[in-house]
């Protein structure tokens, strides 16, 4: 019998370690799906992933239990994300740069439905071309649900660049599908 999130919550608070490694592998893929997000690399994810349960099993006992677990713990991971984004101050160097990207980085077949069935890896590798503070403000902002408000205070930049990163990721994603339509239309035309 699994134990219950009160118990588990109980059994961490108390440093019992099976309750943590139950709890670890209780969130573990939730939160490697959302490092992944805002990661490129499996190993960054891993390690903030790894970052983000010492930091949840260290404030555990400041969680609300009126609150939903999962989303305090997605909230801690998020912070803990864009804590090492600008401890490593990656985004420093692109907010003002343009982005080049390879249309041709994709070769899309000529079957629609092919790439209809992959259009969540093909945006998610669109997103990882991005510069990281513009992959960030895509995420926080059309997947997590931040307003640009909120976005500005955690990535320390201005609401109005903030506007700007989410309008160059859309539009990023957006000449990329539209140019893959064409190509697929031109793939059908010819056929």
Same mark, same amino acid.
């Given at each position: 019998? =699994? ?5 588990? &919550? ?7 370690? #099976?309750?943590?490694?139950? /709890?670890?592998?209780?969130? /573990? ?8 997000? *805002? ?32 989303? !305090?713990?997605?909230?801690? $991971?998020?912070?803990? &994300? ?5 401890? =490593? #101050? ?6 003002? @740069?343009?982005?080049?990207? =390879?249309?041709?980085?994709? $070769?899309?077949?000529?079957? /629609?439905? @092919? ?6 890896? &093909?945006? @998610? ?20 649900? *931040? ?13 109005? $660049?903030?506007? !700007? ?6 539009? $990023? &994603? @957006? ?6 339509? #064409? ?9």
């Amino acid at each position: 019998m =699994n134990p219950t999130e009160k118990e588990l &919550i109980e059994g961490c608070l108390k440093r019992d370690r #099976k309750a943590q490694y139950a /709890f670890y592998k209780l969130y /573990f893929s939730y939160l490697f799906s959302i490092c992944l997000r *805002y990661t490129h690399d499996r190993d960054e994810a891993m390690s903030i992933v790894n970052l983000s349960f010492a930091r949840i099993m260290l404030n555990l006992n400041k969680y609300d239990r009126d609150q939903p677990l999962k989303y !305090w713990v997605r909230r801690v $991971t998020v912070n803990c &994300i864009i804590d090492e984004f600008r401890k =490593n #101050k990656l985004y420093s160097e692109h907010i003002d @740069q343009g982005i080049e990207l =390879n249309a041709n980085a994709y $070769t899309a077949s000529a079957d /629609f439905e @092919q790439f209809g069935n992959n259009l969540s890896e &093909i945006v @998610q590798s669109q997103l990882s071309k991005l510069s990281p503070v513009t992959r960030s403000v895509f995420n926080l902002h059309a997947v997590d649900g *931040y307003k640009h408000r909120e976005i500005a205070e955690m990535l320390q930049i201005s609401e109005g $660049t903030s506007a !700007w990163h989410l309008s160059l990721a859309r539009k $990023t &994603i @957006q000449d990329f599908l539209s140019s893959e339509n #064409k190509h697929i239309e031109n793939g059908r035309a010819t056929a």
